[in-house]
């Protein structure tokens, strides 16, 4: 009973952000929270651990942006964690390629466990830092969405996110209610880097006071070619 009242729940929050899920999506995220609890016993992937408030603060904060990723052919998320918000929309978009990408190989080695598990396709885990993998091959401007839930300043972040960006995609930060100061930090940034804010959409999570703010910038222009910067300057010497 208790796995039916959580899918119920799921379901339900879901529904107020217009999303429809299936059974098998519903199981899907159930079975993804069991490895989150269990994984998170041997290495911290996350400090929220009690069932209901994956649901709110991982599920359903990842899907909110959905509206933006559907029907989009190629998704990078930087920073991703324990699969944030990566997996979450990834469950809902099975023609979508997903690219998710983190510093730490133990959360891709998480990560390449909860892919399999859920038998998901079209996706990726790879271990690295965002100022290395655009010097792959066909990584530089190539992702239609480039998104990260991370937790660095905006003019820090674009700096790593942007230059991913094809021109004409979108690169959209989720980030906490207060942004007000970050937002004019950044605007150089966005300006050097290619971009120009689209929107910026306050999202209040269901059935809670808990709000986000969803910073979407259109990509206009190519990024110059020295960004980004080696790692640590984007932090040390923001663009201003």
Request: with cysteine; proline share 4%; aromatic share 8%.
């Amino acid at each position: 009973m208790e796995k039916e009242f959580w899918m119920q729940n799921l379901k339900e929050k879901a529904e107020k952000l217009q999303i429809k899920l299936s059974i098998e999506q519903i199981e899907k995220y159930y079975q993804y929270m069991n490895l989150l609890i269990e994984w998170n016993q041997k290495i911290n992937l996350t400090a929220i651990v009690e069932p209901n408030e994956i649901i709110l603060k991982h599920f359903i904060d990842s899907l909110t942006i959905y509206s933006y990723t559907k029907n989009r052919k190629s998704v990078l998320d930087i920073g991703t964690g324990a699969g944030f918000p990566g997996i979450p929309l990834k469950i809902l978009q099975k023609e979508t390629s997903f690219t998710l990408l983190d510093s730490l190989n133990k959360r891709i080695t998480f990560l390449q466990e909860v892919i399999c598990n859920l038998k998901l396709q079209n996706v990726q885990a790879v271990h690295g830092r965002a100022e290395e993998f655009i010097k792959q091959i066909n990584k530089r401007e190539n992702y239609e969405i480039v998104t990260s839930r991370a937790v660095a300043r905006l003019n820090t972040l674009l700096e790593y996110m942007l230059p991913f960006v094809k021109i004409g995609g979108l690169c959209i930060c989720m980030k906490s209610a207060e942004i007000e100061e970050e937002l004019q930090e950044a605007k150089k940034a966005i300006e050097i880097l290619g971009g120009e804010i689209q929107n910026i959409d306050t999202i209040i999570l269901p059935n809670s006071k808990i709000q986000r703010k969803i910073v979407v910038i259109k990509k206009l222009r190519s990024t110059p070619k020295k960004y980004p910067r080696k790692a640590g300057t984007p932090t040390k010497e923001p663009l201003q």
